[in-house]
C-alpha cells in the first residue's frame, strides 16, 4: 500500500529534550515537506528536500532540522525543543512537480513540549 | 512574497446547496494554486491542483475551481453539497513549480446542515 509513515503519532516532551520525528514514504518521492499546523495559522512549510541531500528552508525553518540521506526518508530533528514548537505536524511527498503528480500527506504527529 | 487568504473561517450550507469558498493570492510570479480537505482527525488530501493551461481545474469529490488572474483568485466550488464535505479546507500557493515552497491559507470549515 502507497504511504507516507510517521512516528511517534503522539509525543508529549520537556524543553530542552532534543527529538526527532521520522517520516517515511514507500513511493519512491523525490519531494518531500514538513508542515506544522496551528489553530488559526493553517499549515505552514518548515523544510522541504527536493531529492537526497538536496534541503530548502520553508516558511518557519526556526528550531528545525532537516536530513534527506536516503530517498524514502526524511526525518524532523528539534536540537532544543521549546513550548512554542507544541503543534500538529505533517509530513508529505510526491513525485515531482508536474500538473498530474499529488502530494500524499502523512497522518500527523502531535508533540506537546512542556 | 506571496500569501493566501480565505475568506470566512467557517461557512455553513444546507445539504444539496451549492459550495463557494474563497480564496484569494499575492504572487509575484505566475502561481501553481492547490486546494486540500482534511477531515476530522486526519491528514490532508489533495482535492485539485492548477499549474498552466485550463483555468477551470476539476478535483476529486465533484470539486472544482477556477483560476481567475484578474481576480487573483482560486474559488472552490461544488453544485450540491453532501453531509460527507463537512470538513476543513485550505487553499495554498506555490510559486516554484509545485510542492516546493508552499504557502497555506488559514483554512475554511464547511458545516453542511441536513
Known amino acids: 500500500e502507497a504511504q507516507v509513515t510517521q512516528n511517534p503519532r503522539y509525543l508529549i516532551t520537556v524543553t530542552g529534550k532534543k527529538l526527532t520525528v521520522t517520516c517515511s514514504q514507500n513511493?519512491?518521492?523525490?519531494?518531500m515537506s514538513w508542515y506544522r499546523q496551528d489553530p488559526g495559522l493553517g499549515l505552514r512549510q518548515i523544510y522541504y528536500?527536493?531529492?537526497?541531500?538536496?534541503?530548502d528552508k520553508g516558511d518557519v525553518p526556526e528550531g528545525y532540522k532537516v536530513s534527506r540521506k536516503e530517498k524514502r526518508n526524511f526525518p524532523l530533528i528539534l536540537e532544543s525543543p521549546s513550548p512554542n514548537q507544541t503543534s500538529l505536524y505533517f509530513c508529505?511527498?510526491?513525485?515531482?512537480?508536474?500538473?498530474?503528480?499529488?502530494?500524499?500527506f502523512g497522518p500527523g504527529t502531535r508533540l506537546t513540549v512542556l | 512574497a506571496q500569501s493566501v487568504t480565505q475568506l470566512g473561517s467557517h461557512v455553513s450550507v444546507s445539504e444539496g446547496a451549492l459550495v463557494l469558498l474563497r480564496c484569494n493570492y499575492s504572487s509575484s510570479v505566475p502561481p501553481y494554486l492547490f486546494w486540500y480537505v482534511q477531515y476530522p482527525n486526519q491528514g490532508l488530501q489533495l482535492l485539485l491542483k492548477y499549474t498552466t493551461g485550463a483555468t477551470l481545474v476539476k478535483g476529486i469529490n465533484g470539486f472544482e475551481a477556477e483560476f481567475k488572474k484578474s481576480e487573483t483568485s482560486f474559488h472552490l466550488t461544488k453544485p450540491s453539497a453532501h453531509m460527507s464535505d463537512a470538513a476543513e479546507y485550505f487553499c495554498a500557493v506555490s510559486r516554484s513549480g509545485g510542492y516546493q515552497k508552499v504557502t497555506f491559507g488559514t483554512g475554511t470549515k464547511l458545516q453542511v446542515i441536513p
Open positions: 508529505a511527498s510526491s513525485l515531482g512537480s508536474g500538473s498530474s503528480d499529488t502530494q500524499y
Open positions: 528536500s527536493m531529492n537526497v541531500e538536496v534541503t
Open positions: 513511493m519512491n518521492h523525490e519531494y
